[in-house]
């Protein structure tokens, strides 16, 4: 009987050989962590669907954010909810806007810390769309003017990087040229490029509060059967001025994340969204999979597939996880 010449399990008999032979590789790094802000002081609000994330005040906030620098998590994505909610979603432009406190706040404790603000109106807008509606249907054009005026006023406020979510056309032209006429031309834009009408955002929904009050977000987010749309939306991004893209979100999407990094040569980041986070965390404590194991291997998928920055509540799981040398 003949044996085999090449044997691939040589590499795999030891912890130590198949680290070293390893494809790729999760660093902290490589990871985004989401942060919600509300108003008030000493709130730090569980968020049921999400457990272990919470709805935090701006004092909270802060030392979350640096219990994660910490941990040598090196970016905070903040998202915030507004006091108050109108039809134009006024708070998101506010200078004393929730997400512009924040900022203010992580950037005075936590300098070094790179702060990225969600540009967006659905957490803001009595309607929860995510532009301005007239006659019952989310407007494109009149949207934009908000969008560059709540980019520029977070960047006032201290954001390091802006990223607009919403998928209105055009975005990231107004955003760029509001940034450059205020003089912040070395504000990188990382945009939400393709970003699909899916229901992995049902958590965020609830931590957020921006489920929409009437219809839904099809008209602007992108239909889940389209991929080479995705290419299509990356490239006026980039064309617009965009210096990251991302899909969002991750793990049902892998193939998109794949081409879009075949096909441009810009850094690509994926947001592992609230359900990814959600199905895992319940499965886990249902005793139906390793929780640990489950959440390695999604974000190292997700990082194979072609992302260079992973977006992910698990952020803070996975430096910990890493810091004690435990091999995924």
Sequence with gaps: MPYPVFRPRRLRESALLRKM?????????????????????????????????????VDELVKEAKDAAGMRIPAVLLFGLPNAKDPRGSEAYAEDGIVQQAVRAVKDTIPDLLVITDVCLCQYTSHGHCGVVEDGRVKNDPTLDLLARTAVSHVEAGADMVAPSDMMDGRVAAIRESLDDGGFHETPIMAYSAKYASSFYGPFRDAAESAPQFGDRRSYQMDPGNAIEALREVGLDVDEGADIVMVKPALPYLDVIARVKGEFGLPVAAYSVSGEYA?????????????????????????????????????????????????P
């Design 21 to 57: 032979v390893r494809e790729t590789r999760l660093d902290v790094g490589d990871l985004i962590y989401p942060l919600f802000a509300v108003h008030g002081r000493g709130i730090r609000e569980p968020i049921p669907s999400m457990p272990g994330q919470c709805r935090l005040s």
């Design 279 to 327: 199905m895992i965390k319940a499965a886990g404590r249902l005793g139906w999979l390793d929780e640990e194991r489950a959440m390695m291997e999604s974000l190292i998928a997700i990082r194979r597939a072609g992302a260079d920055l992973v977006i992910t509540y698990f952020a803070k799981d996975v430096a910990r996880l890493l810091e004690s040398g435990a091999t």
